[in-house]
């Protein structure tokens, strides 16, 4: 078989990029669907382990990630109102209110990609803290404060991000031709495509030796920090690995532009991104408070609408 000439021919290009533009697709939404069944459960674990929680060093963290989780989740469903409104809207009787609706969910989809870039930056951080934490146990006190620190000022954070992603667009697409801005945003998106997915792989990178030592030391342990980080690595390899091939896969074959599929993985990133965060912390919790005990609906909707406030859990191991 003459590969040369395959890669040539147009159906070929064609398949290939149906192929994964389906991928991509079929990513976003599966994502989406995980997203709004898994989080009310995602919820109801966190307020039943709370008080547990807040004695150990990952609280802050996974706090931050509880409160930003919710507000995405949020935005995502008036994003999708937004959408809804959008399509019923006639154009030529309220045009006006579809510009404004049209503006609303442009912000909104900044804010998600906002929220996802800090996510990413976040989880970089968790990660070089716990791996200075596991083969350097007398930086704790130190990692300690930095954390305090960092979660007390988080909202410079969002506003370092904001300016730095502004600031990076202006740049790359100011005082140029039409052509030549096309190009410069390409290259903008691959910057920052490249960015996100070498922070959260250097995480994974971080996690690694820490998985192998911890089942050296504990093999019959399963703590919840070696659980976490085992989630939290699995997580993030599924996800971003299989966008990743999609991405290589398309780029070589395929008949669209790099740019056009780097905006569409960055933006399945806005789901896959908090979908993580909830199947790390969902897969290293329990869900009740003997793991014998079967999850009880009643017990549920008590605890995911405040309706019980005793609601506790028996303590585990700490992170």
Same mark, same amino acid.
């Given at each position: 078989m003459n590969f040369s000439k395959q890669f040539n021919d147009p159906?070929?290009?064609?398949? =290939?990029?149906?192929?994964?533009?389906?991928?991509?697709?079929?990513?976003?939404?599966?994502?989406?669907?995980?997203?709004?069944? !898994?989080?009310?459960?995602?919820?109801? =674990?966190?307020?039943?382990?709370?008080?547990?929680?807040?004695?150990?060093?990952?609280?802050?963290? =996974?706090?931050?990630?509880?409160?930003m989780v919710k507000i995405t989740y949020c935005m995502f469903g008036i994003l999708i109102f937004c959408n809804i409104m959008i399509l019923c809207n006639n154009p030529g009787r309220r045009f006006f209110f579809g510009f404004f609706v049209i503006v609303v969910a442009m912000c909104i989809v900044f804010t998600l990609y906002l929220c996802t870039a800090a996510f990413h930056f976040i989880t970089f951080l968790l990660a070089a803290q716990r791996f200075l934490i596991f083969f350097f146990p007398n930086t704790e006190k130190h990692v300690a404060?930095? @954390?305090?620190?960092?979660? &007390?000022?988080?909202?410079?954070?969002?506003?370092?991000?904001?300016? &730095?992603e502004v600031t990076l667009f202006i740049i790359f697409n100011h005082n140029t031709s039409d052509s030549r801005r096309t190009t410069n945003f390409g290259v903008y998106i691959l910057t920052i495509f490249s #960015?996100?997915?070498?922070? #959260?792989? #250097?995480?994974?990178?971080?996690? !690694?030796? !820490?998985?192998?030592?911890?089942?050296?030391?504990?093999?019959? /342990?399963?703590?919840?920090? /070696?659980?976490?980080?085992?989630? @939290?690595?699995?997580?993030?390899? !599924?996800? &971003?690995s299989t966008a990743i091939v999609i991405f290589i896969y @398309?780029?070589?074959?395929?008949?669209?532009?790099t740019v056009h599929y780097t905006s569409g993985i960055l933006a399945t990133d806005v789901v896959t991104t908090? #979908?993580?965060? @909830?199947?790390?912390?969902?897969?290293?919790n329990r869900w009740t408070s003997k793991s014998s005990v079967p999850l &009880?609906?009643?017990?549920?909707?008590?605890?995911?609408f405040d309706m019980n406030k005793s609601s506790v859990v028996k303590? /585990?191991?700490?992170?």
């Open positions: 159906e070929f290009i064609e398949n =290939v990029t149906k192929i994964a533009t389906n991928g991509l697709v079929a990513i976003f939404y599966i994502s989406t669907l995980l997203y709004l069944v !898994i989080f009310p459960f995602y919820v109801y =674990v966190f307020k039943l382990n709370r008080r547990r929680d807040r004695k150990t060093l990952l609280f802050p963290t =996974v706090s931050h990630f509880y409160g404060v930095f @954390q305090k620190f960092l979660f &007390k000022h988080i909202w410079k954070v969002y506003l370092v991000i904001f300016v &730095k #960015l996100s997915y070498a922070l #959260l792989f #250097l995480s994974t990178v971080f996690y !690694i030796p !820490i998985m192998i030592s911890a089942w050296k030391v504990y093999p019959a /342990q399963k703590c919840a920090v /070696q659980k976490y980080i085992y989630w @939290q690595t699995l997580t993030v390899f !599924i996800f &971003k @398309q780029s070589t074959f395929g008949a669209y532009s908090p #979908l993580i965060v @909830q199947i790390s912390y969902l897969g290293s &009880k609906w009643k017990k549920f909707f008590r605890v995911l303590p /585990q191991n700490v992170y």
